[in-house]
């Protein structure tokens, strides 16, 4: 993969007018918005890619996997009503867009990639190096990090077919977990919040549509 390593006024020009649309689809958390705004996404894919890589698109990352689309990622990060220093868990690095988003967001994340190939051109991706505050992980998301638990938040990047019980189980008291969920084409976005009697407050949003939440990892 080569990356392109230069951020030129037309991609920032680029990057403004993809939030700008974002803001009317109705993104309105400003810590969201400034965030893509910092955030160069053509970086994260291929040269081939420099053309289009604001445009509010999914696109392959390799594997058979995608980068969402900025929307979803938006979204997503808007959903998690998140503030800074939260520690939350990623599942699902694919790209790492979604984990620099959030760690300009001001949280420390902690994240986690199935297939090691991803995980590995993470390693060798030098623009990751400038955020000390995520911390990459190889291994299977249905698991977690247990070691690491508890969290304030919980994301889920790919489509779940059901809601991960170690899961909700490393989330804290008062913690949200944001997840599309479905086995279908087409997921159903939740966000859980863990109340202080233990029961689980569940909340559902639009629809969207991700890769498969796999089980085990991938050599
Ligand atoms: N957050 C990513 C989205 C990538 S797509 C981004 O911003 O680019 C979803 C990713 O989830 C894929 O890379 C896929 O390999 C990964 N994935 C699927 N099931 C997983 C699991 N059980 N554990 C960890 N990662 C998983």
Redesign the pocket.
Known sequence: MSRPTEDTYRHQGLRRKLVQALHKKGISDDRVLDALLEVPRHF?LDSAFDEVAYEDRAFP?G?G????QPYT?AYQSQLLEASPEMRIL??????????VVLAEMGLEVFT????KK?YDANQEFNFLKRYNTIHFNY????EGLPELAPFDRVLI??AAPFIPPSLVAQLKTGGMMVLPVGEGDVQEMMRLTKMEDGSIKEEVFDRFS???????K?E
């Open positions: 994260f990352i594997e996997q995608t980068i969402s990622v990623e599942v699902g690095t694919g790209s790492a867009y979604q984990a986690i990639e199935r297939q991803l291994g299977d998301g249905y990047t790919a991700f890769v498969p939440m796999v089980k085990g991938n």
